[in-house]
């Protein structure tokens, strides 16, 4: 048999292993199709229908563990914790479990929602002006792809935290899968393989990381070959049976301190140690009769959708009409406001107030609107934050999954950057974060997605850095309706906003609501971003109303799940390959 048919084969038997079940709606793939079969789900292009559970997810073999979790009993948490520790296999530019996140979880029964913040810390010699060169010059490279980047990851204690307070069944049992996909391998599918190619000069001068990616010729894995990843595979047993011990102290930390140290950083082993995720209140809003929950400080995500969308209520976009020039116009203005105060306002509440409740009051959001002009763009230079009352990436990853009794997560986490910042911490499969360049090196210089911050989120020890990462459940009488959230940086935050939108103003069903173009402003830059799908006739109407508008790439890769009377309904993204919503 030749080498590349063994491969497929290794690869097919894995893929079984698992119980690919590839469709629910169609029924099982046939045996001999389920690793090809469960690649073409990224085709759907209608929603993905289900009675009983669900789960959306950017990487197919994620979904399908968590879709097997549900089926197993397990409930919408455990479901959860499967699937982020499967994707830290199958989706290493962003499933992580050398980063960190947030997740929000609401309980049917208790009737409750809670936000876990496992966002990663600054270590303890972290200082204000860390990323500052001797004339005073912040050096993107020290932020970025240096020792000094990596935040003390967050995910392995968020994820046990969940699992604990709000799951079902055993570390061992939800850990079970992930450590078989790292152990036994899986198939490199073109998406992944591609984004390795895309980042090989920043991977490979990692030696830890070439060795596992990379050929020794210094190609990518290509499609079709199998992924095994045995040292990752330890890790991961070292949590299922220590728990947060198993990473955070012993031989993972070690590691993880020496390659940190070895690239330059000062985190310690006290730092990992130390490290604590934490539940949080979720933020509140309300929009044409719906409730929004979603993430508090130290994401600026929640505050921000919730503060637009306070503002866009003032608005009959129905009228306006979807994605028509009058309707980006009115996204577009009242988009800039909020990111300027995100500039001003925003940081780790453990070390800044944040006027919470101010920027998200409705007076507040009146006062904003009155100062938009219906018909013409305000320049960016000409916004500046505002007076809220007084105080009281490109890549991530989200996931949401239902449960037959209604439980919901919502989920997104990040290594910053696609594979953080490339280093694998040596003999732990486990990629390292860059989240420290979501501080504010200096105030005024843009982080890597152009994000200018002040003093509430400049670098201080301990302190989390702020983020724009946005898992959202909104609520209709006091139910889940939708579940949803995005990767994308920056840009989370209008994607998220306008699936919302598109949903509850437009009448789209969650796969329109997915596929539709995306636009985005943040103020700075003084434009609006937009898909390539978005037409010329309505690009000529916004510029003639002063805008600057820009075609660039597609923005965010939703997950999403719908509750309705008749079941539920989901989508996942076709912006990024590799995704797929499961039911059963
Ligand atoms: N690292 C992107 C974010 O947290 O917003």
Known sequence: MSSTRMLKLAALVAAMSLSLHVTALQGPAPASQASEAIFSENAIQHPVWAKNGMVASQEALASVVGRDILQQGGNAVDAAVGVGFALAVTLPRAGNIGGGGFMLIHDAQKQETVAIDYREKAPQAAFRDMYLDEKGEAVEERSRYHGLAVGVPGTVDGLLLALEKHGTMSREQVLAPAIRLAEEGFVVTPGLSTSLTGLSERMRRWPSTAKIFFHPDGSALQPGEVLKQPELAAALRRIAKDGRDGFYQGETAEKIVAAVQGAGGSMTAADLRDYKAVERVPVRGTYRGYEVVSMPPPSSGGIHIIQILNILEGYDL???????????????????????????????????????????????????????????????????????????????????????????????????????????????????????????????????????????????????????????????????????????????????????????????????????????????????????????????????????????????????????????????????????????
């Open 318 to 584: 129905r009228a306006s009409g979807a994605n028509t020039a009058q309707t980006i116009h009115r996204l577009a203005e009242a988009m800039k406001p909020a990111y300027a105060d995100r500039a001003e306002y925003l940081g780790d509440p453990d070390f800044v107030k944040v006027p919470v409740a101010g920027l998200i009051n409705k007076d507040y959001a009146a006062t904003l609107r009155q100062q938009i002009d219906d018909k013409k763009a305000r320049p960016g230079a000409e916004i500046r934050h505002g007076n809220p009352l007084p105080y009281e990436s490109d890549q991530t990853t989200h996931y949401s999954v239902v449960d037959k009794n209604g439980n919901a997560v919502s989920n997104t986490y990040t290594l910053n950057f696609s594979y953080g910042t490339g280093l694998v911490a040596e003999g732990t499969g486990i990629l390292l974060n860059n989240e420290m360049d979501d501080f504010s090196a200096k105030p005024g210089v843009p982080n890597g997605y152009g994000l200018i911050g002040g003093d509430a989120n400049a670098v201080q020890a301990g302190k989390r850095p702020l983020s724009s990462m946005s898992p959202t459940i909104v609520f209709k009488d006091g139910k889940p309706f939708l579940v949803t959230g995005s990767p994308g940086g920056s840009r989370i935050i209008s994607t998220v906003l306008q699936i919302i939108s598109n949903v509850i103003d437009h009448d789209m069903n969650i796969a329109e609501a997915t596929n539709a173009p995306r636009m985005h402003d943040q103020w700075t830059p003084d434009e609006i971003r937009v898909e390539h799908a978005l037409n010329d006739d309505t690009i000529r109407l916004l510029e003639g109303m002063g805008h600057t508008v820009v075609r660039k790439a597609t923005m965010g890769s939703t997950q999403s799940i719908m509750v309705t009377p008749e079941g539920l309904y989901g989508a996942s993204d076709p912006r990024i390959q590799d995704a797929a919503t499961l039911g059963y």
